[in-house]
């Protein structure tokens, strides 16, 4: 049977600062580790402990796995602060369960993302670019605080022109230099012309800004059980032991961390 508490060896190759608080870590393991776009992985830092993320690189490159982390917490902190390139973590996973991409199939994909939440999305997005005439066409709206807290900035500007693609980013505070939309994510979500009756909506980031994304979804027409969800909260151990991610009667680590609206909305204060 195989060792789920076992962590797979893995080398620093590449470390991209994204924005003043978000690191991308490129990860080269001693062995190719597959994912489905949505799970994630136990990141060992040795000596120091373990968090969970979410890969932010595509799941069809096995070779080497990337994680865009925001420094937040002590872990998070002390990868941002001490690991080196040809340094060594320890990755565990894959772990939950991801995005129903098979599912969407022939419809309207609308990805709503914010803040280090496009770092998963990514992820999601790189599939579904992988195989784009799967569907009918691709949303993507994207929020930040400002241009600076935008991570992917570059890639961001080749994505807006591939074909099938309809995307708007938007920033809470502009700049001299910016000249995209100023306001918070929600304020782009009308007037793309979806048609909700035959699309899927996707949302990450922050947990008041997937609340207030997901009412005003609702209210755009699109069905309870069309609306995914990442709601990576409290996540410990990873494989449903420690309960510290209870989402209600469900685990987040096992059950999710994507969750359809009709699987949480019942509970009180689900975000």
Same mark, same amino acid.
């Given at each position: 049977?195989?060792?789920?508490?076992?962590?797979?060896?893995?080398?620093?190759?590449?470390?991209?600062?994204?924005?003043?608080?978000?690191?991308?870590?490129?990860?080269?393991?001693?062995?190719?580790?597959?994912? %489905?776009?949505?799970?994630?992985?136990?990141?060992?830092?040795?000596?120091?402990?373990?968090?969970?993320?979410?890969?932010?690189?595509?799941?069809?490159?096995?070779?080497?796995?990337?994680?865009?982390?925001?420094?937040?917490?002590?872990?998070?902190?002390?990868?941002?602060?001490?690991?080196?390139?040809?340094?060594? &973590?320890?990755?565990?996973?894959?772990?939950?369960?991801?995005?129903?991409?098979?599912?969407?199939?022939? *419809?309207?994909?609308?990805?709503?993302?914010?803040?280090?939440?496009? %770092?998963?999305?990514?992820?999601?997005?790189?599939?579904?670019?992988?195989?784009?005439?799967?569907?009918?066409?691709?949303?993507?709206?994207?929020? #930040?605080?400002?241009?600076?807290?935008?991570?992917?900035?570059?890639?961001?500007?080749?994505?807006? *022109?591939? @074909?099938?693609?309809?995307?708007?980013?938007?920033?809470?505070?502009?700049?001299?230099?910016?000249?995209?939309? +100023?306001?918070?994510?929600?304020?782009?979500?009308?007037?793309?012309?979806?048609?909700?009756?035959?699309?899927? %909506?996707? &949302?990450?980031?922050?947990?008041?800004?997937?609340?207030? +994304?997901?009412?005003?979804? +609702?209210?755009?027409?699109? %069905?309870?059980?069309?609306?995914?969800?990442?709601?990576?909260?409290?996540?410990?151990?990873?494989? #449903?032991?420690?309960?510290?991610?209870?989402?209600?009667?469900?685990?987040?680590?096992? @059950?999710?961390?994507?969750?359809?609206?009709?699987?949480?909305? &019942?509970?009180?204060?689900?975000?």
């Amino acid at each position: 049977m195989e060792n789920i508490y076992r962590p797979i060896k893995a080398k620093v190759e590449n470390i991209i600062q994204e924005t003043p608080n978000i690191k991308t870590f490129v990860l080269r393991p001693e062995e190719p580790m597959r994912f %489905a776009a949505g799970q994630f992985m136990q990141v060992t830092y040795p000596g120091i402990g373990e968090a969970p993320f979410t890969p932010s690189s595509s799941m069809y490159q096995t070779e080497t796995l990337e994680f865009s982390i925001m420094k937040a917490g002590q872990v998070t902190s002390l990868l941002h602060e001490q690991l080196k390139v040809g340094e060594y &973590v320890g990755l565990r996973g894959p772990l939950g369960k991801g995005y129903e991409i098979d599912k969407w199939h022939g *419809k309207e994909v609308f990805v709503v993302g914010g803040g280090v939440g496009l %770092a998963p999305l990514r992820a999601l997005l790189l599939a579904l670019f992988h195989n784009i005439n799967n569907y009918k066409k691709l949303y993507i709206r994207f929020g #930040g605080r400002s241009p600076q807290d935008l991570s992917y900035k570059e890639q961001l500007k080749t994505w807006e *022109k591939k @074909d099938k693609i309809d995307m708007v980013v938007s920033v809470d505070r502009g700049d001299e230099k910016w000249k995209g939309k +100023v306001g918070i994510v929600t304020t782009i979500l009308e007037g793309s012309g979806i048609d909700p009756k035959n699309a899927v %909506a996707i &949302v990450c980031g922050p947990p008041i800004m997937m609340k207030f +994304v997901t009412l005003k979804l +609702v209210d755009l027409g699109f %069905a309870d059980n069309t609306i995914y969800l990442s709601m990576e909260k409290n996540m410990s151990c990873g494989v #449903g032991k420690c309960f510290h991610c209870n989402v209600g009667p469900h685990l987040a680590c096992k @059950d999710g961390p994507v969750f359809t609206w009709d699987k949480v909305k &019942v509970i009180p204060d689900p975000f």
